[in-house]
T-cell receptor
Framework: GAVVSQHPSRVICKSGTSVKIECRSL??????MFWYRQFPKQSLMLMAT?????????EQGVEKDKFLINHASLTLSTLTVTSAHPEDSSFYIC?????????FGPGTRLLVL | KQEVTQIPAALSVPEGENLVLNCSFT??????LQWFRQDPGKGLTSLLL?????REQTSGRLNASLDKSSGRSTLYIAASQPGDSATYLC????????FGKGTKLTVNP
């Protein structure tokens, strides 16, 4: 089946630093990937849609300059949280669009101190 | 804009009971609807995927139905077990999945 990986699975960083999260489709090519964020006891909220070779499309209220998305190949999308602050601490989940539906990665837990 | 609602928000049942989780969506122009389970601190585990042309899918003790015209889906769990305790999320959409807030299920031994 379709497998999506994320790296790292957990990251702790200091306030003001930048953090990069990778999302890879391991056994299929994905022209479209999605980035979601989940706060504790909340549902997944779509942040942006990442399209290979073009600019990402951000959902309303998501700062594009703070959450940089790069989808440079058909198997890799990256999310960089720039100048992270404690309120950015969350669970970030990516997904890749396959033939039938989206396939989800295992998530990355970010803690900003 | 697609909105997904899940009822109830939480459910606690004794082991062995059959139960139904509900999901409703506002935009019926969906490609598919998918049910997931999420354990605390973990990612999503896909349970059942229903394509827009289908009406139901079954896997073991799980059965999911889809009624596009009314914008509803149900997840039926038969003979519930303590290991079924988790949060169940419903995702519906066309180009992208939109999620409900989930139903937190607790199955008591």
């Amino acid at each position: 089946g379709a497998v999506v990986s994320q790296h790292p699975s957990r990251v702790i960083c200091k306030s003001g630093t930048s953090v990069k999260i990778e999302c890879r489709s391991l056994d299929f090519q994905a022209t479209t990937m999605f980035w979601y964020r989940q706060f504790p006891k909340q549902s997944l909220m779509l942040m942006a849609t990442s399209n290979e070779g073009s600019k990402a499309t951000y959902e309303q209220g998501v700062e594009k300059d703070k959450f940089l998305i790069n989808h440079a190949s058909l198997t890799l999308s990256t999310l960089t949280v720039t100048s992270a602050h404690p309120e950015d601490s969350s669970f970030y989940i990516c997904s890749a669009r396959g033939k039938e539906t989206q396939y989800f990665g295992p998530g990355t837990r970010l803690l900003v101190l | 804009k697609q909105e997904v609602t899940q009822i109830p928000a939480a459910l606690s049942v004794p082991e062995g009971e059959n139960l139904v989780l509900n999901c409703s969506f506002t935009d019926s122009a969906i490609y598919n609807l998918q049910w997931f389970r999420q354990d605390p601190g973990k990612g999503l585990t896909s349970l059942l995927l229903i394509q827009s042309s289908q009406r139901e899918q079954t896997s073991g003790r799980l059965n999911a139905s889809l009624d596009k015209s009314s914008g509803r889906s149900t997840l039926y769990i038969a003979a519930s077990q303590p290991g079924d305790s988790a949060t169940y999320l419903c995702g519906a959409g066309s180009e992208k999945l939109v999620f409900g807030k989930g139903t937190k299920l607790t199955v008591n031994p």
